[in-house]
């Protein structure tokens, strides 16, 4: 067997094994930790400082999620009303008394919980937690129609001065040059509702993450992205987020 099969075989078994990965934890510039759980698609579960942070769960989509078994959330985001991102059965089980809700104005609409964010609007919920709602749209022509500019959010979360940031549906759209200062990026690739593999490639070297994680991505041969960003500095985590 020639040096580059097995080369070939190594890599793919490598993406079986972080794919299966359910958890990557991180630590904050202050010293906490910061817990991320990869649920699915675009449904993200961050556990920091004893506080609960999701950002669009959604239990319906297969594999389905009881999150009736999670803990309640602290906080819920959610980016926009797709049946992918915006589940409301899913909401009402992790909200609890104390929970926060944060959605842009079309969830809002729909909802009528919480409190409806647009592009450039900014939360600062505690002195260690603060939130910025950011663009999140489709520039291809003939791709508009499916997340059109200003309507749907992106966010980027600071939590302790650690910077995540949550791309939502979206291509690479020019704003992304004003996203700065990214440990961990979440970005989608799953053509045409989204990015392609160069478009994330393309958006990733914009943003410069230290840690990226493709996700919202189906069928999408996102693998080639730890290819074409090996020599980037970005360390590319494939996860389930099929």
Known sequence: ????????????????????????????????????????????????????????????????????????????????????????????KLTGEKT?????????????????????????????IKFWAVPAYNITEGREKFHPKGRDNGYILELDGLRIYL????????????????????LPCNQPYTMTVDQLVSAAKTIKPRVLFPYHYSNTPVSECVQKLKDSGIDVRIRDYK
């Open 167 to 186: 791309a939502g549906d979206t291509e690479d759209i020019p704003e992304m040059a004003s996203v700065k200062n990214i440990d961990i990026a979440f």
């Open 1 to 92: 067997m020639s040096k580059t099969i097995i080369s070939a075989l190594l890599f793919l078994l490598s993406q079986g094994l972080h794919s299966a990965q359910k958890e990557d934890t991180f630590e904050t510039p202050g010293g906490k930790k910061v817990v991320i759980h990869h649920i699915k698609h675009a449904s993200v579960y961050i556990e920091y400082d004893g506080k609960h942070i999701y950002i669009d769960p959604v239990g319906e989509m297969e594999p389905k999620t009881d999150f009736s078994l999670y803990p309640k959330a602290t906080i819920l985001m959610v980016t926009h009303e797709h049946f992918d991102h915006f589940d409301e059965a899913s909401l009402n």
């Open 100 to 128: 926060a809700f944060y959605s842009n104005h079309s969830v809002h609409d729909k909802y009528k919980r919480g409190t409806a964010l647009a592009n450039g609007d900014s939360i600062v919920f505690s002195k260690d």
